[in-house]
């Protein structure tokens, strides 16, 4: 009977339908930078959060079922050789190539004040303006820093997960309500984000323990669904049912790809999804380049040559840059 519960473990490594929303959230954060018209597509990346926290706590959780231990060292390394070398390669690109290019054609590329902070994973502390694609790195850093604050916590993992998870929510409504009183603003804030990724972990570990089901999703999908329209979006609640909303996301997901047969809509998403990290690292630079032509206003032509462009690199069979899970 254990043998067949870890069997049945090492079958659900790939979630159904989450790479399809990888890709929905990489669409949202696009569209939120290349039209003006988009405005709440940078929740896309609320939802990366979400989606990462939620698929590393199962992973971890299956890990720890499965040989009895979690490998932090494992850990940091894959992220490493996955999250690394893209990161300052489009690092270096940004700082020095784009400069240098655009003082040969005369156009103005603006950068940052501390570049410093980039080169840390601490993007998300510059404030000052730069050019568009050095933008894409701030959500990079939350992501680096809260990658430490899990190899911390997953000490705590196998007695003690279900009070990181609350301790970690607990921790962002006193920086939400201290942030408030102080006026800082700090959307960037990996503490800003602990309600995406509290509220993804939980999600994690509910879906390791089977407690989902279709009638509590629908529910759950709805309510949030309701709330979502009547929370402001600068009240501490409104961050906590996003997150729920996401995670409901991620369960009715799972459950419709499951039910519904392959075609080639889900099988194109679910193939792109697996490569939004390259998609979503090399957007910015497509954008930026295209936004210098003449088309950038003509949306219905400028938008599908974006694509076009960032689809091509980073879903390259011989170069592909696949996600960091």
């Not at 990724?197 to 999908?221: C, D, E, H, R, V």
């Amino acid at each position: 009977m254990e043998r067949q519960i870890l069997q049945e473990k090492k079958r659900k490594k790939h979630i159904a339908g989450l790479d399809s929303l990888r890709f929905l959230a990489f669409l949202m954060v696009f569209l939120f930078h290349s039209t003006k018209v988009f405005y709440f597509g940078f929740l896309g990346v609320d939802f990366f959060f979400v989606l990462s926290s939620f698929l590393l706590t199962y992973l971890a959780l299956r890990e720890l079922e499965v040989n009895k231990s979690f490998s932090q060292k494992n850990f940091f390394f894959r992220r490493v050789l996955r999250i690394f070398p893209l990161y300052f390669l489009v690092l270096i690109i940004c700082l020095w190539l784009l400069p240098f290019l655009g003082n040969q054609v005369g156009l103005e590329t603006q950068l940052p004040v501390r570049p410093w902070l980039f080169w840390v994973f601490l993007a998300n502390y510059e404030n000052s303006p730069y050019i568009l694609p050095l933008k894409f790195l701030w959500s990079v850093a939350v992501e680096e820093q809260f990658y430490l604050l899990f190899l911390i916590l997953s000490l705590a993992f196998r007695k003690h997960i279900l009070g990181v998870i609350l301790g970690l929510a607990v921790a962002y409504l006193l920086y939400f309500h201290i942030d408030a009183y102080f006026g800082w603003q700090q959307y960037k804030s990996v503490f800003f984000h602990l309600a995406n990724f509290s509220f993804g972990m939980l999600g994690g570990w509910l879906y390791f323990k089977n407690y989902q089901n279709p009638a509590a999703t629908f529910i759950s999908l709805f309510i949030s669904s309701v709330l979502l329209y009547f929370t402001a979006y600068d009240h501490w609640f409104f961050n906590i049912i996003l997150s729920v909303w996401f995670v409901s996301m991620i369960f009715f997901t799972e459950f419709l790809f499951r039910k519904i047969p392959t075609n080639p809509v889900t099988a194109l998403t679910e193939y792109l999804g697996k490569y939004t990290y390259g998609l979503y690292m090399y957007s910015g630079i497509v954008i930026i380049l295209i936004n210098k032509l003449p088309i950038s206003d003509m949306l219905l032509l400028a938008i599908p040559i974006k694509l076009v462009l960032i689809f091509g690199p980073p879903t390259y069979p011989s170069i592909g840059l696949k996600n960091i899970f």
